[in-house]
């Protein structure tokens, strides 16, 4: 089970009735005209449309940060010509090496912990997971805005993505309060909801981890047991209509990543959330709220990792208790079965949970 590093807020008790929704992305223009040379261009992946237009949100996203990060090295490197006598001047021969271009997007573990100097001295588990959380909790500012993380056991995160792999999208719902004065009784707030979008994504494996710095010219190791560490994944949060709208281009409030470096040496993955900050406050003064600055509430990020935790990491059932297979069902109908699927069963189960 997760260990969050903050708390979670309650929640009140009140379902509200939901019309039905639908999941598909509206049709634009685009994909009609291009339809298909898509479909063509999916099947030769081996993914479906959606997926494939994921991927390359993912792929535009790296190039941009690429191109960004190799003209912040030519602006402060700039291209030197040769002095009067044809010689390049000594400062000039030999120039920084430029960003390197890993093919996944995402952040390695060793660019947010110093893991060779975590494993050159032990360290249990429960040590780790413990600098995890204080890591987290020291940013922005040390309040900790922005950010959630937590730890698992492999076993359990080998469950989550056995599930994640056969149904690697699901909706979440989030509670919305209205004020007082628009509830039809006047006397009491009306509980609503807003619906999340997640989607799955997995990439390639992390380099085995060690207590000395990598040697470039050499393979990577693999693990004791000579097999590779588990893929690293991770999981986009998008408002539902947002992502009805601008299906695949939309844009994210949570993005979480399960680190695996540790998956062996440790039985350790460890999860980070990243909130995305809000481009209206991006520049915002230090005196601003620092609430305002993300498109996600602390609380409603830690519900989403909470709900992902509800849905896909299934209960293996103890001895010969009966175990609860209602999140389990509810997984299979939205992929399975669409047109079963239980919108008011969802609402009720996100109170039952709160």
């Known amino acids: 089970m997760f260990r969050l590093a903050l708390s979670l807020a309650r929640r009140s008790g009140h379902a509200v009735s939901l019309p039905r929704l639908h999941t598909r992305s509206a049709t634009s223009a685009y994909d009609i005209k291009y339809a298909d040379k898509l479909r063509q261009k999916a099947k ?22 690429e191109e960004a990060e190799t003209a912040s090295v030519r602006k402060f490197h700039p291209k030197t010509t040769p002095a009067a006598d044809g010689v390049t001047p000594p400062a000039a021969e030999k ?7 890993d093919s996944s997007p995402i952040k390695p573990l060793s660019s947010i912990l110093n893991v060779a100097k975590l494993l050159a001295t032990p360290h249990t588990s429960s040590q780790i997971s413990a600098l995890w959380t204080a890591y987290h909790a020291s940013r922005s500012g040390g309040t900790g805005r922005g950010y959630i993380c937590a730890s698992l056991p492999l076993e359990a995160y080998n469950r989550m993505t056995n599930v994640a792999k056969r149904y690697p999208s699901f909706v979440l719902p989030v509670p919305r309060q209205h004020k007082p004065e628009t509830s039809p009784l006047g006397d009491m707030p009306e509980l609503a909801h807003e619906f999340f979008y997640l989607q799955w994504d997995f990439y390639s494996t ?10 470039p010219f050499q393979p990577v190791p693999l693990a004791p047991n000579c097999t590779a560490l588990p893929p690293v994944s991770t999981i986009l949060f998008t408002p539902l209509q947002e992502y009805k709208h601008r299906g695949s281009f939309a844009t994210p409030y949570l993005v979480l990543t399960f680190h695996t470096d540790l998956s062996y040496s440790h039985d350790l993955v460890l999860l980070r959330g990243e909130i995305t900050p809000s481009a209206a406050v991006t520049d915002a003064k230090p ?3 620092i609430v305002d600055r993300y498109l996600l509430s602390q609380v409603d990020a830690q519900l989403l990792a909470m709900g992902l935790q509800e849905y896909y990491l299934w209960d293996k059932g103890k001895g010969g208790e009966e175990r609860d297979s209602t999140a389990e069902e509810l997984l299979k109908q939205f992929h399975e079965r669409p047109n079963d699927f239980d919108w008011q069963e969802l609402l009720k189960r996100s109170v039952m949970t709160a």
Do not use: F, I, N
């Not at 449309?49 to 993912?58: G, S, Y």
């Not at 120039?95 to 271009?101: C, E, F, I, L, S």
């Not at 992390?206 to 040697?215: E, F, K, L, N, V």
């Open 44 to 65: 030769q992946r081996g993914v479906d449309l959606d997926e494939l237009k994921v991927q390359a949100r993912q792929e535009a996203h790296r190039r941009q940060k």
């Open 95 to 101: 120039t920084p090496p430029g960003p390197r271009k």
């Open 206 to 215: 992390p380099s085995q981890p060690s207590a000395t710095d990598p040697d």
């Open 287 to 289: 005196g601003r709220d």
